[in-house]
């Protein structure tokens, strides 16, 4: 059951391809826009073909009454990004006022800003935001070829003393340890990227003996460890077994098959919609950053929302009792 969002009618006002594969959308908004920070996100109103969704999207800095995102477009997925690339200006579209789960502390005297992909869609505003204020930063951004990484360019004339850009196609990978081996002790790293690239930088900070509350993070719930299959639960309890579809995630199958949940962020981060895992027959593709790692090797419970199981089958207890 998700708290309440501010919802409004927003009209398109510019649309321009910025990078193989992504898309900048500027919507004028009906009403106030309040003033928010780096690191905030707008949700929006979707249709994919099986029928409307909400898909979430970082906000770019943009003129006041303005929201800016940048979508990446997924040809393999249920379709949310895909509509928005259809959206042209003039079109119409149902949006959230912003809200920010991923703000900068501005506490620390140095930042480390670390992207990967469409990751750097928050860190740019936070990027841009420091600079204004004379803070020193540096921002190590990757990602999978020098073709699909927005901004990458103007970042690099902008700010050339503090971008560092990795392009995989010229055989470059950011060195997560070197970089934060050179973070002053008491910088903070903000990191927006694939789970993959979250988890080495997770791994590398606790290596460096880092304290986990000056490593700010979020990923967009859209990439895992193993490409969807279909899988099965078998709900305890419950005596009803669950197909989820490849293009299903395990709590959508679960609400539409009438399974009671509590939920909330649907991004693997608030931990509500849980579930315990009593057996399965194939590996679970953790995709939340609410479980510790020691908690998903341990393979007991896992977030409905993102996660799923690799494929096969799992007996589940939702903690429903009649
Ligand atoms: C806080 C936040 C901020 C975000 N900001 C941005 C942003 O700035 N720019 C941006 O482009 N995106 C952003 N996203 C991601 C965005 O909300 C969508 O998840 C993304 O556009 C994909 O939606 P989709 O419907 O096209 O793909 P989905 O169907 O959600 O699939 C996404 C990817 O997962 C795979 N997939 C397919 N089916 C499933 C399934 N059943 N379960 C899980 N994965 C599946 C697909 O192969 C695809 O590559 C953000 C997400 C969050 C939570």
Redesign the pocket.
């Known amino acids: 059951m998700r708290n309440k969002l501010d919802w409004r009618q927003a009209v398109v006002s510019h649309a321009e391809e910025i990078a193989d594969e ?1 898309k900048l959308l500027e919507f004028a908004v009906e009403g106030n826009v309040p003033r928010f920070d780096p690191g905030s ?1 707008s949700n929006f109103r ?1 249709s ?1 073909g099986s029928g409307e ?1 909400i ?4 906000c ?1 800095p943009a003129a006041p009454g303005h929201i800016r ?16 690339w259809t959206l042209e200006p003039g079109k119409t579209i149902a949006l959230t006022i912003p809200e920010n ?2 703000e900068l502390a501005w506490r620390a005297p140095y930042y480390l800003l670390m992207a990967g992909g ?2 750097i ?2 860190i740019y505003g936070m990027a841009l935001a420091l600079q204004q204020r004379g803070i020193p930063f540096r921002l190590v951004y990757g990602g999978r070829t020098r073709g699909v990484m927005a901004f990458a360019d103007g970042l690099e004339s902008q700010l050339p003393d503090q971008v560092v850009v990795h392009a995989g196609d010229a055989g470059q990978r950011i060195d997560v340890a070197a970089e934060i081996a050179n973070l002053p002790a008491d910088g903070e790293l903000y990191v927006c990227g694939p789970i993959a690239m979250l988890n080495s930088v997770k791994a590398a900070w606790q290596a460096a003996g880092r304290p986990m509350g000056r490593l700010r993070y ?7 460890l193993y ?2 299959a279909p899988f099965q639960v078998a709900v305890q309890g419950l005596d009803r077994t669950v197909d ?6 395990l709590l ?1 199958a679960l609400l539409g098959a009438g399974v009671e949940m509590i939920y909330d ?3 693997g ?1 608030c931990g509500l919609c849980a579930v315990e895992v009593i057996s399965h027959d194939a590996p679970i593709d953790h ?1 939340d950053v609410f479980f510790s790692e020691a908690e998903k090797a341990d393979g007991k419970r896992m977030c409905a929302c ?1 996660s ?1 199981l690799a494929d096969g089958q799992a007996v589940i207890d939702v903690g429903y009792r009649a």
């Open positions: 992504v996100h979707v994919l969704a898909r979430t999207y970082s770019l995102i940048a979508v990446k477009r997924h040809d393999n997925s249920r379709g949310g990004s895909r509509f928005m789960r991923f469409i990751g869609t928050p979020e990923v967009f719930g859209d990439s895992g490409a969807e989820v579809r490849a293009d299903q995630t959508e962020c649907q991004r981060e995709r993102v799923r």
